[in-house]
């Protein structure tokens, strides 16, 4: 039984698995029933200042995108930050803590952008004893209009200033958290380091509309007629956190940067992916508020098997691992040949594959009269698309041709590693040494 | 209830009367939208699927399924009536097992196929609730054309003629349209008078005189509607029963079993109707299994279906023969009837085993007597009425490929001639096809 304790800049919980400052974060009676069913830590929902709280809007919060069989595929949100009183907050998280003294408990907030502001609820927080604060720079709506949130988050200059305040004004671990509204997520996260964060959490949600009403002409969700952008989230989002978490992994500036990953995670496997890309723990939400706290048992029992089976004995010998290979399109190898493969026994001749093969790629696949499906390998480029819409598993392979092999398609042998800095057909090519 | 299934010899009322209403009820009811949402949400949309190559009319099954999945059912049963106008009944009597669903990779994925026919049910049914009928004719062609039987291959050809602007004489020998689908199938597979609801909403599309009552020969000569149409189409099935060949098989209690269902379709109180204690059905097709299921949902205690071969000779379904096996009929293969014995009313019907020999099926020399007091044959409907002029192929009309006769400027087609198994919707599928075959032909070249 593989070790699954982390130490997270200092805040050590009994699993990497913690509950996102969101919904089911928002109260002491979500947080003990979340730590009794065995998560890891909490990220506590959002705190804003002292004065009277935040109002939400009294229609639908929440929108969505299903695929088949209805399965929650992505979800949106236009909850703010909040809105009970912060010193209801306050007690309850004073008193959580003390009775979970092993679980993890960080405290989101976010407040107005001034130096005054931080300092006041920096002193409220580290009364609870809470183990840190992650700084929500990242909400996408409602509170970005008021110059918070993702508004910050936008600024790399104001992560900067607003990091370096917390550090200043407080002992704490600060986590700064990130906001995927941005062209380039190395700048925020390098703006959080030098203002001496001690990690980042990513992604938060992304904006977005999830539909439509064509009767009302109305986005959803909806609230009398309107709707606002709102933050998506989810299983959908999981491939643009996945991307934005690598990309500060393996930057120089932030590479020794802690990753709270964040973004989609459902199963244990998509938090051993976060992990393999350099994420220290990860914070989940979506599928807590889709299928309740119990899957934290499918989460961690499956992480503690993958490690088992790899012979991994603590959640670090698995962070990163993945990092060094997540390169620059122009280092890809293109001496790498594959072709598909298609087994004839799981085959249930469905020809989905013929059918994007021949609409989309080389038409590298042939169908006989009694519906069997063949590779091309004259003409396959392994572009993968035909594994993409089998609808069964491993039915469809790559398999990569041995060194010194002949190409069918262009009837060269499979050669040494050799990438596009040196191939004739770029003008910028530099001479192979 | 004055009776029980207890209660000797034959004698109605022999179960509650809300029983009756119970067991005769639709089969499986019809998805409600979450279920067919589920159920559509399975489909794969296959490249030339196999589906749409199993279904004698041809369906674009995948893209009525996405069309249910996009939401739209009223869209997904056009894209069924452009190809079946019956898809509404075909959905409901299809063996499915053996063709579209049979077909569908998830079957040989998970051995549980798309519910193709459940889900083309909930299609059709969807538009026909509108009672809107969705095609319009084309501009009259000033073309009169006879069709003679108003089953599912004359109703499936004078929808497509009248679609075309033809104007239709449909001639029927019965009190109601429908043929097989009004008169010759399980209630409960058309219950709520279906089969009635879908022939008019067909006619709504206008251009189709109904000629009820007309019998073909006895009213009039195919000579006669060819002098008086441009064009003549014959769906007039299977009119005549094969005969046992035996003794007393007339004895009071043996009846065909086609005249059973019929008399079964047309009671409105099933409970005035009688059934026998011990029934015995002799044929392997899904004309007997109809009737056995239904003597057994009237309430008979002991219903027996003997076929002489072997069941995988037999003509119904793994799915009939399941649902007859369920429904509690006792079904005895590999034994031919060899006699009836009666003492004025009907008593036993004896049988021999039997095995296939070098000239056919032999008896083994065993027998064995089952008791009976209602017998219904259900061996084989043959050709009856049919003009002599037309060629023979067989047992039935002889007709090429796309329905024509030997006679010019006569088509045919349905259960009258071979090819289909005597499915429905082949007969649909002729019946269209033959429409579309006198559209070229009195249209010349490039209609």
């Known amino acids: 039984m593989a070790n699954l304790t982390t130490n997270f800049i200092g805040i050590k919980s009994p699993n990497p698995y913690w509950l996102a400052s969101a919904p089911p974060t928002d109260k002491e009676y979500n947080v003990v029933r979340a730590y009794k069913a065995g998560w890891g830590g909490v990220v506590w929902k959002t705190l804003g200042s002292e004065g009277p709280p935040v109002v939400n809007v009294n229609g ?174 989810g299983p959908a989002v999981k491939p643009i956190a996945l991307n934005m978490v690598a990309e500060i992994a393996r930057s120089a500036e932030t590479r020794d940067l802690p990753i709270s990953g964040i973004g989609g995670v459902t199963t244990w496997r998509d938090a051993a992916e976060f992990l393999a890309l350099g994420a220290g723990n990860v914070q989940v939400c979506t599928a807590a508020m889709t299928y309740g706290f119990g899957i934290i048992k499918e989460l961690t029992a499956g992480l503690s098997q993958y490690m088992d089976d790899k012979g991994f004995t603590s959640v670090d010998q698995l962070v990163g691992r993945a990092v060094p290979n997540v390169t620059d399109w122009q280092y890809l190898n293109l001496n790498y040949v594959a072709k598909a493969k298609i087994n004839q026994d799981l085959c249930i001749s469905c020809g989905r594959c013929y059918a994007a093969c021949e609409d989309t790629s080389h038409q590298a696949i042939s169908m006989s009269p009694d519906r069997k499906f063949e590779v091309i390998d004259a003409e396959c480029v392994a572009c993968n698309l035909c594994v993409n819409v089998c609808p069964v598993q491993d039915c469809i392979t790559m398999e990569a041709l041995p060194k010194g092999a002949t190409d069918l398609r262009t009837g060269e042998k499979v050669g040494d590693y050799a990438n596009w800095t040196t191939h004739p057909n770029n003008p910028m090519a530099k001479a192979a040494e | 209830m004055s009776n029980s299934p207890t209660t000797p010899g034959i004698a109605a009322a022999r179960l509650h009367p809300e029983d009756y209403a119970r067991h005769f009820d639709d089969l499986y009811p019809n998805y409600d939208p979450h279920e067919a949402m589920v159920a559509a949400d399975r489909c794969y949309f296959c490249y030339d699927a196999p589906c749409i190559t199993a279904c004698p009319t041809e369906i674009d099954i995948p893209l009525f399924i996405r069309q249910i999945q996009a939401g739209q059912p009223e869209a997904a049963a056009k894209t069924i009536f452009d190809q079946n106008i019956l898809g509404g009944m075909c959905a409901r009597v299809c063996p499915t097992e053996t063709l579209c669903e049979g077909a569908c990779v998830r079957e040989a994925a998970e051995g549980k196929p798309v519910e193709i026919g459940r889900l083309q049910r909930y299609a059709t049914e969807t538009l026909l609730a509108r009672n809107a009928h969705p095609y319009t004719r084309a501009a009259p062609t000033g073309k009169h054309v006879a069709v003679v039987g108003a089953g599912p ?135 007997a299994v109809d009737a056995a299921v239904q003597s057994r949902l009237l309430g008979a205690e002991h219903v027996t279906m003997v076929y002489r071969r072997g069941r995988e000779d037999m003509g119904a379904s793994d799915y009939e023969l399941n649902h007859a096996a369920n429904e509690g009929v006792k079904i005895i293969t590999n034994a031919m009837p060899v006699a009836v014995h009666a003492n004025g009313a009907l008593r036993e019907v004896e049988f021999a085993y039997t095995h296939p020999g070098e000239t056919g099926l032999e008896p083994t020399g065993e027998t064995f007597r089952l008791k009976a007091d209602q017998v219904f044959k259900a061996i084989g409907q043959t050709l009856q009425g049919a003009p002599e002029s037309l060629a023979r192929a067989g047992r039935k009309l002889a007709v090429d490929a796309e329905g024509r006769t030997s006679l010019p400027g006569v088509w045919a087609g349905g259960d009258c001639t071979g090819g289909g198994e005597d499915l429905t919707v082949t007969a649909v599928a002729q019946g269209r096809n033959a429409a579309e075959s006198i559209h070229e032909t009195l249209m010349g070249a490039g209609a």
């Not at chain 1, 995927?180 to 996260?189: G, L, M, T, Y």
Request: glycine share 12%; with cysteine; proline share 4%.
């Open chain 1, 60 to 233: 639908s919060r929440y929108g969505a995108v299903w695929g088949a069989d209805r399965r929650l595929l992505g979800l949106n949100n236009i909850e703010l930050i909040t809105d009970r009183p912060l010193e209801v907050n306050l007690r309850e998280i004073k008193q959580v803590k003390r009775d979970w003294p092993d679980r993890a408990l960080v405290v989101s907030l976010m407040v107005p952008c001034d130096e005054e502001s931080w300092k006041a609820i920096l002193k409220h927080v580290e009364d609870t004893e809470a183990d840190g604060v992650e700084l929500n720079f990242g909400c996408p709506h409602g509170m970005s209009e008021r110059g918070m949130g993702a508004a910050v988050g936008q600024v790399p200059e104001y992560i900067e200033m607003v990091t370096r305040w917390v550090k200043q004004h407080s002992r704490m671990p600060c986590i700064v958290k990130l906001t995927p509204n941005i062209a380039d997520i190395r700048k925020p996260a390098e703006a959080a380091k030098r203002g001496g964060a001690d990690a980042v959490s990513l992604i938060n949600t992304i904006n977005s509309i999830t539909s439509v009403n064509l009767d009302t002409f109305s986005p959803e969700p909806m609230i009398d007629g309107k709707g606002a952008h709102g933050g998506y989230c």
């Open chain 2, 153 to 287: 291959a004359g109703l499936s050809c004078a929808h497509r003629l009248a679609l075309r602007g033809h104007d239709v004489t449909l001639y029927d020998a019965h009190e109601k349209p429908g043929g097989l689908n009004e008169y010759g199938i399980a209630a409960y597979k058309a219950a709520h008078d279906f089969a009635a609801a879908e022939v008019a909403w067909l006619l709504q599309i206008g251009g189709i005189t109904l000629k009820q009552g007309w019998r073909l020969g006895a009213d009039g000569t195919l000579a006669d509607l060819q002098a008086s149409h441009d064009a003549v189409f014959l769906g007039i099935g299977l009119a005549g029963v094969n005969a046992l060949g035996l003794a007393q098989e007339d004895a009071p209690g043996a009846r065909d079993a086609v005249d059973f269902i019929a008399e079964l379709r047309q009671t409105d109180d099933l409970s005035t109707l009688p059934i026998g204690r011990h029934v015995v059905v002799i044929g392997g097709g899904m004309t």
